[in-house]
């Protein structure tokens, strides 16, 4: 069935198409995989093709979207290989910025973290998916920020963000999915930033990485045998 959207006004239009295109995907109007077509999307929004692709360059630095090779643009669908090659490097990389959080965090760092931290426990108690996905992508990409190095932090940024954006979609389809059970599994790692322990913020991003790993696997497997 085809997906319609309402035509918008003017104001702020590409951050609202942007909005509405996100929030198609996340609640799985728009399925992974499926193609966007630029100029039926300006069409429906009743806006200018330069505009709709705009937002869709937002929501493809987002994670949300990406282009193919033959330069058609899809909803983000990450294959198990794909998903396995994000978390080899994500392992690597994240793990190095969990140590240099710890070893350059300033009380005020920690004051974020742990804001952040209770954020992404309000919002698994609430059950509310799209908040949680935010606040949990906003506290990984405090730690990044820590480490005050932004080659680190862009590396980080691009490998991840696709991760997150696919997440968005598992934590909010119909899956058995416990978010609070989720949400706990960061505070040991904001346990060993807060005290300064490079080698257990390491040990806990690790340890959390494997079972962030299995649940991400499981959806990607299951999405591509529905091909």
């Given at each position: 069935m085809e997906v319609m959207f309402e035509r918008l006004a003017n104001s702020t239009l590409r951050s609202r198409i942007a909005e509405q295109l996100r929030d198609a995907i996340v609640d799985g109007t728009l399925k992974t995989g499926e193609r966007i077509v630029?100029?039926?999307?300006?069409?429906q929004f009743g806006a200018s093709l330069a505009v709709?692709?705009?937002?869709?360059?937002?929501?493809?630095?987002?994670g949300f979207i990406t282009k193919w090779p033959n330069t058609s643009t899809h909803v983000i669908q990450l294959s198990f290989a794909e998903t396995e090659k994000i978390f080899a490097v994500r392992k690597v990389l994240e793990s190095f910025a969990a140590e240099e959080a710890a070893r350059r965090a300033s009380p005020q760092d920690i004051e974020s973290l742990q804001k952040l931290f209770m954020e992404i426990v309000d919002?698994?108690?609430s059950q509310d998916s799209r908040k949680f996905v935010r606040k949990?992508?906003?506290?990984?990409?405090?730690i990044w920020q820590i480490t005050d190095n932004e080659y680190l932090q862009s590396a980080l940024r691009r490998v991840v963000v696709p991760l997150f954006a696919f997440s968005s979609i598992r934590v909010a389809s119909h899956r058995s999915f416990d978010l609070l059970q989720d949400a706990n599994t960061h505070l040991p790692l904001l346990n060993a930033i807060k005290s300064r322990d490079p080698r257990a913020?390491?040990?806990?991003?690790?340890?959390?990485?494997?079972?962030w790993r299995s649940e991400t696997v499981s959806v990607a497997e299951e999405t591509s045998s529905q091909k």
């Open positions: 630029e100029r039926k999307l300006a069409a709709v692709r705009e937002a869709i360059i937002q929501l493809e630095a987002e919002a698994a108690r949990d992508l906003s506290f990984h990409e405090k913020a390491r040990d806990a991003l690790l340890s959390a990485l494997t079972l």
